[in-house]
């Protein structure tokens, strides 16, 4: 099996400063190179710009130690929250399975930053790309709010294992990569654009801007329509600067702002001792306080490695049960991951005409075996993270940012105090300018065609509204289909959309069957 895939890497670099360039992002050496018989970049200086190709895709080194540290910064929350969606402190807080097993927070908390460090560092030297991996917040919450009613955590992270060597079979045969060349532009661009809208809503949710109501409409602006809490305020006031400084084109201005604005949280905390949200205190910090308290360092307790059981989950509740279990994960982080790493490899400038990206096959298969080293863990499946087009926003374009992302994510097995300064109204505030930025891509899509219209429509729109990425590009892979085929068009849809849109079909009706397979 071959991992490092260089394919189409010669063609990378000019179609990467023609996307930069159209989006306002081009670097000054990328400007300078751009367009037909100019001169090409000046030879590589140091073994870093030669292995990770920086020169070549209009980068600096800089920019790339910036954008690592961006992406991490933006993804930091997940070593808190991850803990807090799987584990607890005792009992009586934590998901409990189907044995009253339990999970400790110190210890997936633990286990999150190692996970994450050593996959987004080997995806960064495997794929040269500037995606940070971490815990997928779908996958972890399916794990704990469904799959552990009927196994225990082993057996579950078990499953999440087999997911993974399935997701890496079909990245190592090229069966993943055939799916990605079979989506069309059109509909690989509405993926970005949908997830950009995805995560700025996230953005909103997050910060408490936007809240769900109690009748009515399903969110309403901040409490009641108006804004009430500084927290929410922290989070407008930097969204605000950040969106200054990219707007200025500061370099460093999503770093600065994630910077600033965190100060700033802090001195409204010491001043107001707002505290974090709860049940009786809703205008709180949600997530994280900003407050630096109690020890700093900590050496990691990594009991939970290695604690996953392959097969038990088949022998408690049955062969089909399991692998309706196993097709749901997969299904999940297949397509989840495909979108995020379009959207972010459009982003980034590094996608081809058609979509793909350098180190395709590469990336597709180190992804695959983030979700196999995220149930040995216990950690839950890794996978690429959204929230990495923060760093891309920051100018990174290599793997050489994913490094660092990596490396500080080693670092917080022993930091995370620190880690969790940052608020999470603050991380929200980079996400909604992230998003803004990807909304570019949206002109490359034929509204008036109604044929395609409507499929990228309805990717777009379903992300943010049903909080998921797969089920997103689900619906576009199945309108895409059954409207092109309707309007006579059938010969021009893929045959393997047509198989995906049959396995997307059984998807959304996996509630119904596995009520017929209980039955």
């Not at 402190?89 to 996970?115: E, K, R, Y």
């Not at 084109?249 to 974090?276: H, M, S």
């Amino acid at each position: 099996m071959t991992i490092l895939d260089n394919s189409h890497e010669e063609h990378s670099a000019p179609q990467s400063r023609a996307t930069a360039q159209a989006s306002g992002q081009a670097t000054t050496a990328s400007k300078s190179t751009a367009g037909k018989g100019s001169t090409p970049p000046s030879a590589p200086e140091n073994f870093l710009d030669r292995f990770f190709q920086i020169t070549k895709r209009g980068s600096t080194l800089a920019r790339e130690f910036r954008g690592g540290l961006v992406t991490f910064f933006t993804m930091a929350y997940i070593v808190i929250l991850n803990p807090l969606i799987l584990g607890g402190f005792s009992a009586d807080n934590a998901p409990t399975d189907v044995a009253g097993g339990w999970l400790s927070a110190a210890q997936v908390g633990a286990v999150t930053g190692l996970t994450a460090g050593v996959m987004t560092i080997l995806f960064g030297l495997i794929a040269n790309l500037p995606f940070g991996l971490a815990a997928g917040l779908g996958i972890n919450s399916f794990l704990a709010v469904s799959v552990i009613q009927e196994v225990t955590w082993p057996e579950a992270m078990g499953l999440v294992v087999i997911n993974g060597i399935l997701i890496v079979l079909f990245g190592a045969t090229g069966a993943r990569t055939a799916i990605f060349r079979a989506v069309p532009k059109e509909l690989k661009a509405a993926i970005t654009v949908g997830i950009g809208l995805f995560i700025a809503f996230i953005g909103f949710v997050d910060s408490g801007f936007v809240r769900p109501t109690a009748g009515g409409p399903p969110v309403q602006l901040g409490d009641g329509g108006s804004i009430t809490s500084i927290p929410t305020l922290v989070f407008i006031v930097g969204l605000l600067a950040m969106g200054i400084l990219v707007a200025r084109k500061v370099q460093g201005g999503l770093l600065i702002g994630i910077v600033a604005t965190t100060a700033l949280a802090a001195v409204v905390e010491a001043v107001f001792k707002i505290g974090p949200s709860s049940a009786t205190n809703p205008g709180g910090w949600h997530l994280n306080t900003p407050v630096l308290s109690g020890q700093l360092v900590a050496a990691p307790d990594l009991s939970l490695v290695g604690q996953f059981d392959l097969f038990g989950a088949f022998g408690r509740i049955g062969g089909l049960a399991a692998t309706m279990l196993v097709f749901t994960l997969v299904f999940t982080n297949f397509f989840d991951a495909m979108g995020t790493m379009t959207g972010l490899a459009k982003s980034a400038g590094v996608a081809h005409k058609d979509g793909t990206f350098p180190r395709l096959k590469s990336a597709f298969i180190v992804e695959g075996f983030g979700a196999v080293a995220g149930g040995a863990t216990s950690g839950s499946s890794n996978t690429v993270y959204i929230d990495s087009a923060a760093g891309i926003g920051e100018g990174a374009r290599t793997g050489l940012a994913s490094v660092v992302t990596g490396l500080l994510f080693l670092g917080s097995m022993f930091l995370t105090p620190l880690t969790s300064v940052v608020p999470l109204e603050v991380a929200a505030a980079a996400l909604v300018v992230v998003g803004a930025m990807m909304m570019a891509q949206i002109r490359e899509i034929k509204f008036t065609k109604f044929s395609v219209a409507l499929p990228a429509f309805l990717t777009i729109v379903t992300m943010p509204l049903s909080y998921s990425i797969a089920n997103g590009i689900g619906v576009g892979f199945i309108s895409w289909a059954i409207i092109g085929a309707a309007s006579g068009k059938a010969k021009k849809v893929h045959p393997l959309m047509w198989v995906v849109s049959v396995g997307f079909l059984i998807y959304f009706a996996r509630g119904p069957i596995n009520t017929l397979l209980g039955a």
